[in-house]
């Protein structure tokens, strides 16, 4: 169960830029293949975004798990918004469908 | 007693086992992607998904598979498709 003040703090990191990307390690030090991929989507994509390593934070990894119903890390989001984890992140972008969630459209 | 809560029963019959009791009609392709037996890449296809937006669909995988995902599977690749969108791929 996730407390009101964890909800908080969860909520809180989601919106600290328009596009937060959980992830395991640093845009720059990616520690999991899966993260890597979707650091290079937005790398392709020209977006600039906000990151969070979440092995560095344990409660806050577990939280948004259960937050967003969502038991696998990268996750993207936007506005807000879970846009997805690594599949469909790679999927939407193959497919030219990101962008515009990118951009807010 | 299911099969699917037999201890016994393979990680990938557990998979599959779970799935199909939130989407019986389910066609699952599941595939061990390193040869370690918790590296999973799973395609779903089933009528349930229309409608459903990708987060929408991997959220009902996610719910069946409930704590295999916290340990036994350690990296699952989904793809979710609806019938028609797997006849045309």
Known sequence: MIDEALKKRIEGTISKERIMLFMKGSPA????GFSAAVVGVLKEEGVTYGSFNILADNELREGLKEYSSWPTFPQLYVDGKLVGGCDIVRAMHAKGELAPVLAGK | MAPSKLPAASLPAQIEARIREVLPDAAIDLRDTTG???HWAATVVSAAFHGKNLVER?????GALGELMRGPIHALA????????YKRT
């Open chain 1, 29 to 32: 030090m990616p520690q999991c």
């Open chain 2, 36 to 38: 370690g037996g918790d």
């Open chain 2, 58 to 62: 991997h959220r009902v995988v996610y």
């Open chain 2, 78 to 85: 989904l793809t979710t498709e609806t019938p028609e969108e």
